[in-house]
């Protein structure tokens, strides 16, 4: 099988910069420009922008759509105000995973904006149809239309203030958007990201997003690859779908129980979520860090002491910001406590660690 | 392009060889460490342990992949560079001169199976 890969608006821009191109969800995407540990610094100490035109754009709208988002979404939106941004999952009937999510709350009335994992766009698509038949919605995914810049650090403020001309940014809350109108197209300005830092996301017509790309570079903002989209999101506790949460992990599984409200009347997934909380659920994601300088990759076995297997390691990193071993394991319930010594097999040898919390990184967010 | 030293062997996986009497010197090419970009960990065998050719020694770990060392000989190890441990990165800056572990080879015949640099030009391109 050979499906052609799909480019972003900004594809040519990555392979002038030299970057060192991957397929990822279909599409060819940059992993890095100058190294996965200087792009990391740069988001982590200043500013570094990211294209993530790849992930999807699904508008909903209609009579019923409140209604309808809140059944499909294990997060309450009934009280949000227009404008603010809601985190949660979308849940088959079992309580597995469909895909995490945002949900944005837009200023005209009985419209929500869903931002979805790339990856999954087809998939999630499929599945809000089918479940839409009792509901007057319109579905209408647009992922192609829209390009997607994350502007992240603690410089990105000045970065969209003095490069990007929204001085407004300075306004805009954590988890909330602002709408503007740019070279007469519509452009979404959200306070959100994926890094653990403060930071913006830019969504916009391709070529306004490439205008914005540029004048960023000109700045001298960084830009900054999925390979350290990856250690950055890891370091502040975030999960990714595929590895932390899937079709058989549960957000309750996850640890992310708190997107899931379970005084909302229904939604997709609420009674098996009753059910894992009440009885406990086999296994749970846990933090584990090794007290030795050897990598936890994904797949490798999480074990007792005596040898006895009790888990898999979901994602690991030689953590760039906090310099040591750190890994996200989904283990046996029963060695999930904080303090539970762990043991990570890598390659030949077993090196010895404990359970931590999963927010390895204190995020900087701008409450 | 990646460097090539002259006057080394080379192995299929990217291990480099440099040969002193009957000790092998071995580290991994320039290709290997472009390849795996920022190097953050050296997992190295501990001196008097036993090598084989064409098994794993080891592994460099970058931010991304983690990647096996396979031994292109068989025998002892006599020596390890211990600079690595902490300095893992001496490895992108010269991976000619961050050698990674000292063989007292076994079987001297074994090198004949490796390239020389003219041979490894031809799949590190």
């Not at chain 1, 990856?230 to 997107?259: K, W």
């Not at chain 1, 999930?336 to 077993?350: M, Y």
């Not at chain 2, 020596?79 to 001297?108: C, F, G, H, Q, T």
């Amino acid at each position: 099988m050979d499906i052609p890969l799909k480019q972003t608006c900004l594809h040519d821009l990555h392979v002038g910069l030299g970057a060192k191109m991957s397929p990822f969800a279909g599409y060819d995407m940059p992993i890095q420009y100058s190294g996965i540990i200087d792009e990391h610094n740069a988001v982590r100490h200043a500013v570094g922008v990211f294209d993530v035109s790849h992930m999807g754009e699904v508008f909903v709208s209609g009579p019923d759509a409140e209604s309808f988002v809140n059944y499909i979404f294990t997060n309450d939106i009934r009280p949000m105000a227009p404008g603010s941004i809601l985190y949660g999952m979308m849940l088959y009937h079992d309580g597995g995973t469909v895909d995490d999510l945002l949900v944005y709350k837009e200023f005209e009335p009985l419209h929500y904006l869903l931002v979805v994992n790339a990856s999954n766009i087809d998939k999630d698509c499929a599945w809000l149809r089918e479940q839409a038949e009792a509901f007057d919605v319109k579905i209408d995914d647009q992922s192609e239309a829209w390009g997607q810049i994350a502007v992240q650090g603690p410089a990105a403020e000045t970065a969209l203030k003095d490069l990007l001309g929204f001085p407004e940014a300075a306004d805009i809350a954590f988890y909330n958007f602002r709408d503007f109108e740019r070279d007469g197209g519509r452009v979404i300005v959200s306070r959100t990201g994926y890094t653990g830092e403060d930071g913006f996301e830019i969504y916009a017509a391709p070529a306004f997003i490439r205008k914005c790309w540029q004048k960023l570079m000109d700045g001298g903002v960084k830009p900054c690859g999925l390979g350290c989209r990856d250690t950055l999101r890891f370091e502040a506790g975030l999960p990714l779908y595929g590895d932390e949460l899937t079709a058989d992990i549960s957000p309750v599984m996850a640890g992310l129980g708190m997107f899931c409200k379970l005084d909302k009347p229904e939604f997709i997934g609420k009674e098996a979520l009753e059910e894992q909380k009440s009885m406990g659920v086999p296994q749970k994601l846990v933090g584990i860090e090794l007290q030795d300088k050897a990598v936890p990759r994904a797949g490798y076995p999480v074990e007792l002491e005596d040898g006895i297997e009790v888990g898999v390691v979901t994602t690991g990193y030689h953590s760039i910001s906090l310099e040591k071993s750190l890994c996200f394991a989904l283990v046996d319930s029963a060695h999930t406590a904080l303090g539970t010594p762990l043991f990570v097999r890598i390659r030949k040898r077993v090196f010895p660690g404990v359970v931590v919390k999963k927010r390895f990184y204190q995020t900087k967010y701008k409450k | 392009m990646s460097k090539i030293a002259e006057g080394l062997l080379y192995s299929e996986s990217h291990e480099w060889v440099r040969v002193d009497g009957n000790v092998a010197i071995i580290g991994v090419s320039d290709f290997a460490q472009a390849e795996m970009g920022d190097i953050t960990y050296v997992d190295m065998p501990d001196v008097d342990d036993e090598v084989a050719a064409g098994e794993d020694f080891g592994a460099l770990e970058s931010v991304k992949t983690s990647s096996e060392l396979i031994s292109p000989v068989s025998g002892r190890v006599v020596a390890r560079n211990d600079e690595l441990e902490d300095k893992p990165e001496l490895i992108n800056e010269d991976a000619y001169e961050a050698w990674i572990i000292k063989v007292e080879m076994s079987d001297k015949g074994e090198l004949d199976r490796l390239m020389n640099a003219a041979a490894y030009a031809n799949i590190a391109g």
